[in-house]
């Protein structure tokens, strides 16, 4: 299939621009370190009594080392990828991210290939600030050029965002993807409209509903009860400060969801460095004291113009004294984004369709996949103008990823897209 169409993906432009891009930027952190070491080397031979050498030169030079390989290796993956676009076309795929299970295991992503149905799970190689660049969209696919048995080169819709990806290898792992990217829809999306005029024959799949087309009784058996990796259900987390009676400083979720945390864990390294140079003169951080401050100065800017406001925000709502009772159906989504809290009348039957829809943080879920919930707010919108609102369910509230989604919205159909693509027509 990746034969097919005789044209390719290194001919469309927006890949050609992308991979050119990727390439200098690789050249100019390689260039970069290399002069950040030999100046770290040359301080460092020149004045080994001064802080200069004894501190801040071993550190640049080390510093440079690491920014040169690292570098290195990113021109090599260019490489690949310029060789394999070059020699194959861009074909289009139902698509899957499956999120990290830990620090040291890779985000994957698991493909179908449209002409026979079967299941690819490739690893990403590529820093973790770089994985939203294999993030399907809205449909649920992603550009493909490779051989799923070696490796080849990921891309949003259009071949503008490059990520390399090589096959998973152990079998039990796969089968684990695989099965995960199932439970979220992926074996029953329709087979997207291939790039470059490549037509393969598709495989059968299910008619699914439309988000517009949502009702309670379609979502409520595919209602989701958070449980752990090793699938037992999920701990509650501590009780905290209620935001109705103390202010939003107080409250643990609001204080992380500021960055308050991290300026006091940047402050407080600030503070031992300096006490260390203190009691030992013979000790100079300088490096280490100078991240801590940039670090320090930075969450402090973010706390200031942004974090502050949001949390204020959504304290305001969570306290607002009138409330309105409704039905909810807890969701869980595809492709690593958080749980969803779907909205519904109070009193309606299967056939009420959803109101609204709130992104939740992973931590913020009821204990039940059904019930009631109290929602609050709409004294403030945010910036798109949509209303803040924050539900409570059992007396507690779920603090929520972004304001309320009302239904008939683009951004409401957007998010609603991928949990209706598992639930089959009819």
């Not at 770290?40 to 510093?63: E, F, I, Y």
């Not at 006091?264 to 030992?280: E, K």
């Not at 949001?310 to 304290?315: H, R, Y």
């Not at 959803?354 to 009821?366: I, Q, Y």
Request: aromatic fraction near 6%; proline fraction near 10%; hydrophobic fraction near 45%.
């Amino acid at each position: 299939m990746d034969e097919a169409g005789g044209a390719r993906a290194l001919d469309v432009p927006a890949t050609a621009t992308a991979l050119d891009r990727y390439g200098t930027q690789a050249r100019g952190w390689v260039a970069g370190g290399v002069v950040a070491a030999v100046a770290g080397g040359w301080m460092a031979a020149a004045s080994a009594d001064s802080v200069w050498g004894g501190q801040v030169g071993p550190g640049l030079l080390t510093l440079g080392v690491l920014v040169a390989a690292v570098s290195l290796g990113t021109l090599v993956t260019a490489r690949r990828m310029r060789r394999v676009l070059a020699a194959r076309p861009w074909s289009a795929h139902p698509a899957e991210l499956v999120p990290q299970r830990g620090r040291l295991h890779p985000a994957t992503v698991v493909l179908t290939d449209p002409a026979t149905g079967e299941t690819w799970p490739l690893a990403l190689r590529a820093a973790q600030q770089r994985h939203h660049l294999a993030q399907p969209g809205p449909t649920g696919v992603l550009w493909w050029c490779g051989d799923p048995a070696r490796g080849g080169v990921l891309a949003q819709p259009g071949g503008g965002t490059l990520v390399w990806a090589v096959p998973v290898l152990r079998r039990n792992a796969r089968r684990s993807l695989v099965r995960r990217a199932a439970d979220d829809g992926l074996l029953v999306r329709p087979v997207p409209a291939q790039p470059q005029g490549v037509a393969p024959v598709p495989a059968p799949v299910r008619a699914t509903v439309r988000p517009a087309d949502l009702t309670y009784g379609l979502l409520a058996p595919y209602a989701w009860t958070p449980k752990s990796a090793s699938g037992k259900k999920l701990r509650r987390r501590r009780p905290e400060a209620d935001v109705r009676s103390v202010p939003w400083w107080r409250v643990r979720s609001l204080r992380r969801l500021s960055g308050l945390p991290s300026i006091g864990l940047s402050a407080l390294l600030v503070l031992a460095m300096g006490a260390l140079w203190c009691v030992q003169p013979t000790f100079k951080p300088v490096i280490t004291g100078a991240i801590a401050l940039v670090g320090t100065g930075w969450y402090g800017y973010r706390f200031l113009t942004f974090g502050r406001h949001v949390a204020a925000l959504f304290a305001r709502a969570a306290a607002a004294p009138a409330l309105v009772p409704k039905r909810y159906v807890l969701l869980r989504t595809p492709r690593g984004n958080g749980p969803l809290l779907v909205v519904f009348p109070a009193d309606g039957g299967p056939d009420a369709r959803p109101l609204g829809v709130l992104p939740l943080r992973a931590e913020d879920v009821p204990d039940a996949p059904l019930g009631q919930v109290e929602l609050r707010g709409w004294l403030d919108r945010s910036t798109t103008g949509r209303p803040i609102v924050v539900p409570w369910v059992g007396g507690r509230a779920l603090w929520p990823m972004e304001a309320y989604l009302e239904a008939g919205t683009d951004r409401f159909a957007e998010v609603m897209a991928p949990p209706a693509s598992v639930i089959p027509l009819g």
